[in-house]
């Protein structure tokens, strides 16, 4: 199945439904932050921009071959499935947010009023009868300028032209490296972990054995003798090297001296 994209093209008709100025904290610092909401009415189509599957949940084939007349009040293409599954069921909820998104609105001047670095959120949707889709979401972003704000602010209650851009494909990340809002307005990054680089904890049995074994091997190789030393032969320098202390070695050294002299004689 597609991953979903929750885009919108440029031309399309937006309400501007409300205008709200707030501060959100920022690390120590508290700055300004804009939300916009809007409603955009469209056909059950667009319900694929969530979710493929969800045009299938609410949505069946016509009961009858009358024209619905709630339909015909909203300019809409005509739907395979335009008759609801659940007429009583109200509007929906998506509790996902989306981030690093691009919001253009085509304002009063040639110049295109743009939000950067926005937050999709409060996403919802009112399925009706006749294959049309009421959305409404809201747009969050921090460091709004007071050019932007005001020239939104005028078009508040009105229908405008607007473009919703996604980040770049993977910008949102998985599960375990999308950046995840705090309740305060702060966002933190959530660094990606594979699943080879995670090793498991000794428990305190395991790390005592390990202490143990460690502590035994130091003992063997330096008292009296390194082990597995064969008694019968004088020891050799290298084999004492590894544990013996400078004055040991030099005791080991002179009677392997007058061993050899014995030898001799």
């Not at 979401?137 to 405008?160: K, N, T």
């Amino acid at each position: 199945m597609t991953k979903a994209k929750f885009e919108l093209p440029a031309g399309t008709r937006l309400h501007i439904t409300s205008t709200t100025i707030g501060r959100e904290k920022h690390g120590e610092n508290k700055v300004p932050a804009f939300y916009v909401d809007m409603r955009w009415n469209t056909s059950n189509e667009s319900l694929a921009l969530l979710d493929s599957r969800l045009k299938g949940t609410f949505f069946q084939k016509a009961r009858n071959s009358s024209d619905d007349p709630a339909q015909k009040e909203i300019d809409m293409p005509v739907s395979d499935l335009p008759s609801l599954r659940f007429p009583d069921l109200g509007e929906q909820s998506w509790t996902k947010e989306l981030h690093g998104y691009l919001l253009k609105v085509k304002g009063h001047g040639e110049v295109d009023i743009r939000l950067s670095d926005c937050t999709i959120r409060k996403v919802g949707f009112a399925c009706l009868e006749g294959g049309s889709v009421i959305v409404t979401f809201q747009v969050r972003s921090s460091g709004v300028g007071e050019h932007e704000m005001g020239a939104l602010g005028v078009l508040l209650d009105h229908d405008v032209e607007a473009q919703l851009i996604a980040p770049d494909e993977g910008a949102q990340g998985s599960l375990l490296g999308e950046v995840k809002p705090l309740g305060d307005g702060q966002v933190v990054p959530i660094k990606k972990v594979k699943p080879e680089d995670v090793k498991p904890e000794k428990s305190p049995i395991d790390a005592l054995a390990e202490a143990d074994a460690k502590a035994r091997a130091l003992h063997d190789a330096q008292w009296p003798f390194p082990k597995g030393l064969d008694d019968s032969k004088p020891p050799s320098g290298n084999v004492l090297a590894e544990g013996a202390t400078p004055a040991e070695a030099a005791k080991i050294t002179k009677a392997k001296k007058a061993e050899a002299k014995r030898a001799e004689v």
